[in-house]
């Protein structure tokens, strides 16, 4: 039996492409013999394509699979779009706030406490403009750090952005965001609302956060993050255990 892997069909075309290649012409070509050589193929040589196969154990090499060879130098493999690649698989960003929204509403914990509280309806009588800055802290804090804060100099941790939310969706977002916050020890956060025709979703933002007594002060973030469209949230220290 031969050792040859490829059908005598198969066979008799790798040979008429060797003989091709080896012209460096097509044959086909109606000018045949007329036509001007191409440039020269760069193949592997046969030591080099026999050492290849030894280094994949194989048993069998002979000539027809040193030319299959030869004639595949060079072809790269067509990538897989169905398979999700590991390096991708590692640069999983933040969550976005559809995950937040139905990680609060799953866990049931201190995140839906604090959406548990909100009015919408306050929020909602309070309308702002798409282009309006906010602007809010609480008397106890000193008027420095909240000019740190409206600057920009405070650094923020976390984001989530609610653009495309229901009202629903953005408040469960935002509280599961601080929570997150409080748990990290983080006292700065970002929250990018958009502005929108109507900017429901920043006059809801602007009307929860004023309810909640964790928030110190917040305002809109400067050009380079977002500008009136997100919220730089400044938040209380959480309380070391036994405070």
Same mark, same amino acid.
């Given at each position: 039996?031969?050792?040859? #892997?490829?059908?005598?069909?198969?066979?008799?075309? !790798?040979?008429?492409?060797?003989?091709?290649?080896?012209?460096?012409?097509?044959?086909?070509?109606?000018?045949? $013999?007329? *036509?001007?050589?191409? =440039?020269?193929?760069?193949?592997?040589?046969?030591?080099?394509?026999?050492?290849?196969?030894?280094? !994949?154990?194989?048993?069998?090499?002979?000539?027809?699979?040193?030319?299959?060879?030869?004639?595949?130098?060079?072809?790269?493999?067509?990538?897989?779009?169905?398979?999700?690649?590991?390096?991708? @698989?590692?640069?999983?960003?933040?969550?976005?706030?559809?995950?937040?929204?139905?990680?609060?509403?799953?866990?049931?914990?201190?995140?839906?406490?604090?959406?548990?509280?909100?009015?919408?309806?306050? @929020?909602?009588?309070?309308?702002?403009?798409?282009?309006?800055?906010?602007?809010?802290?609480?008397?106890?804090?000193?008027?420095?750090?909240?000019?740190? #804060? %409206?600057?920009?100099?405070?650094?923020?941790?976390?984001?989530?952005?609610?653009?495309?939310?229901?009202? =629903?969706?953005?408040? $469960?977002?935002?509280?599961? !965001? #601080?929570?997150?916050?409080? *748990? %990290?020890? =983080?006292?700065?956060? %970002?929250?990018?609302?958009?502005?929108?025709?109507?900017?429901? #979703?920043?006059?809801?933002?602007?009307?929860?956060?004023?309810?909640?007594?964790?928030?110190?002060?917040?305002?809109?973030?400067?050009?380079?993050?977002?500008?009136?469209?997100?919220?730089?949230?400044? !938040?209380?220290?959480? %309380?070391?255990?036994?405070?």
């Amino acid at each position: 039996m031969s050792n040859s #892997l490829f059908s005598k069909e198969m066979q008799d075309q !790798l040979k008429e492409l060797k003989g091709q290649l080896s012209k460096g012409r097509d044959t086909n070509s109606p000018e045949g $013999e007329n *036509q001007k050589p191409t =440039e020269p193929v760069s193949l592997p040589t046969q030591k080099q394509v026999k050492k290849t196969v030894k280094q !994949l154990d194989s048993e069998h090499i002979d000539d027809d699979k040193v030319l299959f060879m030869q004639a595949m130098h060079g072809v790269n493999q067509l990538e897989d779009k169905n398979v999700r690649s590991p390096a991708s @698989a590692t640069r999983a960003g933040k969550p976005d706030a559809a995950t937040l929204s139905k990680r609060a509403a799953a866990q049931g914990s201190e995140a839906s406490d604090l959406g548990a509280g909100l009015s919408d309806m306050q @929020a909602l009588l309070n309308p702002v403009a798409a282009e309006a800055y906010l602007s809010y802290k609480q008397p106890t804090l000193q008027n420095k750090i909240f000019d740190q #804060l %409206k600057k920009g100099k405070l650094r923020w941790y976390d984001a989530v952005d609610i653009h495309g939310c229901t009202i =629903e969706e953005a408040r $469960e977002a935002m509280t599961q !965001l #601080l929570s997150q916050a409080k *748990q %990290k020890n =983080e006292t700065m956060v %970002k929250i990018v609302h958009g502005k929108g025709s109507e900017a429901i #979703l920043k006059t809801c933002i602007n009307g929860w956060l004023r309810q909640l007594p964790e928030v110190l002060a917040f305002c809109s973030a400067p050009p380079k993050d977002g500008g009136n469209g997100a919220v730089l949230v400044l !938040l209380k220290k959480p %309380k070391a255990d036994g405070e």
